[in-house]
């Protein structure tokens, strides 16, 4: 794989690191070698300087051939009066007449007097041929190819007249040391300056990986179900990226309330389709249905004297009565013109909810705002508000607690029935409204179906949901021109 194919989270931290190693290590190398090449810059002035000083003196002891006044010219260079110690920086000090002979040196163990300069070894003899080469009026600071020494030579003249040459022979040994404490100091600093940037930049890499890392994986994932929104504190900035997750959130959002309007949709076109495909089938069932129980009826009426024929005629006839229930519950119709609800209907349902309450040994928790009528119809509000607290009381546990509120808020009357029971996945939610629902234990499940058609019929809508560890039902059922 690429280093390029790597994620954020650890390309940038190591890019970033990569580039701060590498420009650090340039700055250092660019200092040391502009340090190197300035040390011996002032190596060569320094040098220089002693040449132009020296070389007046040094005319007067060559044109009078006095060697001891040559020797203590270049000698008083010599620090703290030490006959052995070299001028600071150089190596030696050599005076040289116009044969290329030794006449003085600073150290005269390294050039005895009256030696030819190029017998003192090779180096000296590369010199002695380009001082040659060049009449020996060459006045410069150079290095020959292949040896150590830097050399800075000056003629010894006056007016036209040459009598020899001085030249002071360097070495780069001679500021190392100093060099190398420089070196160790840029070192050290730098290595410093890493220590502080390194961790800043991979703690800041990570700071700028991470939330795109997770914006990534939220997208990769959000064909297949809808994520959480990123939270603001992943990265509160208010740059292009902290842009780029906003404009993720309100994507997010637009699809989660695009989703929750396709599910509505889809799930009223369900319900609506089974409403008629059971209504349906209720009023084909109810014909023949009508015409067993009648003739039930009218064989109880001629008497039957066989017992067990009596007990079996009740029991066919118990079963018939439970497939008309059944059958016409599946036939919700609204009665436009049933009376308006009244307090007194909601205290009908709580008196018929208190044995079913009781049973259980559960605390009731009651709430009604009704004082007046009701633009609504009585029986079908009652039927919702019964439905869905004998629902409430089947799923509450032993001993559990069952709430209902029942109140007028914006020209509509809301009902809220909660419970403490067994709270309902999102698969068993979306089908919660379905008749005949796999969700009822003991029964067709047709009460909350019943309450969702009649809910719909008068242009409301109910909704489950899970709230704080108990399952709630909301209603809302809108009221013509307000209560009555």
Same mark, same amino acid.
């Given at each position: 794989?690429?280093?390029?194919?790597?994620?954020?989270?650890?390309?940038?931290?190591?890019?970033?690191?990569?580039?701060?190693?590498?420009?650090?290590?340039?700055?250092?190398?660019?200092?040391?070698?502009?340090?190197?090449?300035?040390?011996?810059?002032?190596?060569?002035?320094?040098?220089?300087?002693?040449?132009?000083?020296?070389?007046?003196?040094?005319?007067?002891?060559?044109?009078?051939?006095?060697?001891?006044?040559?020797?203590?010219?270049?000698?008083?260079?010599?620090?703290?009066?030490?006959?052995?110690?070299?001028?600071?920086?150089?190596?030696?000090?050599?005076?040289?007449?116009?044969?290329?002979?030794?006449?003085?040196?600073?150290?005269?163990?390294?050039?005895?007097?009256?030696?030819?300069?190029?017998?003192?070894?090779?180096?000296?003899?590369? =010199? $002695?041929? !380009?001082?040659?080469?060049? *009449?020996?009026? &060459?006045?410069?600071?150079?290095?020959? +190819?292949?040896? @150590? /020494?830097?050399?800075?030579?000056?003629?010894?003249?006056?007016?036209?007249?040459?009598?020899?040459?001085?030249?002071?022979?360097?070495?780069?040994?001679?500021?190392?040391?100093?060099?190398?404490?420089?070196?160790?100091?840029?070192?050290?600093?730098?290595?410093?300056?890493?220590?502080?940037?390194?961790?800043?930049?991979?703690?800041?890499?990570?700071?700028?990986?991470?939330?795109?890392?997770? =914006? $990534?994986? !939220?997208?990769?994932?959000? *064909?297949?179900? &809808?994520?959480?929104?990123?939270?603001? +504190?992943?990265? @509160? /900035?208010?740059?292009?990226?902290?842009?780029?997750?906003?404009?993720?959130?309100?994507m997010l959002t637009d699809l989660k309330a695009r989703q929750e309007l396709e599910r509505q949709v889809v799930q009223s076109d369900r319900l609506a389709a089974l409403g008629q495909l059971a209504a349906g089938v209720a009023h084909e069932i109810n014909n023949p249905l009508g015409g067993m129980l009648m003739a039930i009826d009218t064989l109880k009426n001629q008497g039957v004297a066989d017992p067990r024929t009596a007990k079996t005629i009740a029991l066919v006839e118990r079963g018939l009565g439970q497939i008309k229930d059944t059958v016409g519950a599946l036939l919700v119709e609204a009665r436009v013109n049933s009376r308006n609800l009244s307090a007194n209907d909601i205290e009908d349902v709580l008196v018929l909810i208190l044995p079913q309450a009781r049973r259980k040994t559960l605390h009731l928790e009651w709430q009604s705002d009704i004082v007046a009528d009701v633009g609504l119809p009585a029986?079908?509000?009652?039927?919702?508000?019964?439905?869905?607290?004998?629902?409430?009381?089947?799923?509450?546990?032993?001993?559990?607690?069952?709430?209902?509120?029942?109140?007028?808020?914006?020209?509509?009357?809301?009902?809220?029935?909660?419970?403490?029971?067994?709270?309902?996945?999102?698969?068993?939610?979306?089908?919660?409204?379905?008749?005949?629902?796999?969700?009822?234990?003991?029964?067709?499940?047709?009460?909350?179906?019943?309450?969702?058609?009649?809910?719909?019929?008068?242009?409301?809508?109910?909704?489950?949901?899970?709230?704080?560890?108990?399952?709630?039902?909301?209603?809302?059922?809108?009221?013509?021109?307000?209560?009555?």
């Amino acid at each position: 794989m690429s280093p390029l194919d790597l994620s954020f989270r650890h390309k940038i931290p190591l890019w970033g690191s990569v580039l701060v190693i590498v420009t650090a290590l340039a700055v250092l190398a660019t200092l040391l070698v502009q340090t190197y090449g300035e040390m011996e810059e002032d190596m060569v002035i320094d040098s220089d300087t002693l040449t132009r000083a020296l070389t007046p003196n040094l005319f007067s002891a060559l044109l009078q051939g006095d060697e001891w006044w040559a020797y203590e010219t270049v000698s008083t260079t010599r620090r703290d009066g030490d006959s052995d110690a070299l001028p600071e920086k150089a190596e030696n000090i050599i005076v040289v007449d116009n044969d290329l002979r030794v006449f003085v040196a600073a150290n005269p163990r390294a050039a005895r007097m009256h030696t030819l300069l190029k017998d003192l070894g090779p180096e000296y003899a590369a =010199l $002695a041929d !380009r001082l040659t080469s060049t *009449g020996r009026r &060459l006045e410069d600071a150079f290095s020959l +190819a292949g040896h @150590p /020494h830097l050399f800075v030579v000056r003629p010894i003249a006056r007016e036209g007249q040459q009598l020899g040459s001085l030249i002071v022979v360097l070495t780069r040994a001679s500021f190392m040391p100093r060099y190398y404490r420089i070196a160790r100091y840029g070192i050290l600093t730098g290595a410093g300056i890493l220590c502080v940037l390194l961790p800043f930049n991979w703690y800041w890499g990570q700071r700028m990986a991470a939330p795109l890392v997770q =914006l $990534a994986e !939220r997208m990769r994932n959000i *064909g297949k179900h &809808l994520t959480k929104e990123l939270e603001p +504190a992943t990265y @509160p /900035h208010r740059d292009e990226l902290g842009s780029l997750f906003d404009t993720y959130n309100d994507m997010l959002t637009d699809l989660k309330a695009r989703q929750e309007l396709e599910r509505q949709v889809v799930q009223s076109d369900r319900l609506a389709a089974l409403g008629q495909l059971a209504a349906g089938v209720a009023h084909e069932i109810n014909n023949p249905l009508g015409g067993m129980l009648m003739a039930i009826d009218t064989l109880k009426n001629q008497g039957v004297a066989d017992p067990r024929t009596a007990k079996t005629i009740a029991l066919v006839e118990r079963g018939l009565g439970q497939i008309k229930d059944t059958v016409g519950a599946l036939l919700v119709e609204a009665r436009v013109n049933s009376r308006n609800l009244s307090a007194n209907d909601i205290e009908d349902v709580l008196v018929l909810i208190l044995p079913q309450a009781r049973r259980k040994t559960l605390h009731l928790e009651w709430q009604s705002d009704i004082v007046a009528d009701v633009g609504l119809p009585a029986t079908l509000v009652r039927q919702v508000l019964i439905n869905l607290l004998l629902n409430a009381v089947h799923a509450a546990a032993h001993q559990g607690q069952v709430g209902c509120r029942i109140r007028l808020a914006e020209s509509a009357l809301r009902i809220s029935v909660a419970n403490d029971g067994k709270v309902l996945t999102d698969e068993q939610l979306a089908h919660l409204f379905e008749p005949f629902s796999p969700l009822s234990d003991d029964g067709h499940g047709l009460g909350l179906w019943v309450s969702y058609q009649i809910v719909a019929q008068l242009g409301g809508k109910i909704v489950a949901e899970r709230a704080s560890g108990r399952m709630q039902f909301d209603v809302e059922l809108p009221i013509a021109g307000g209560a009555a």
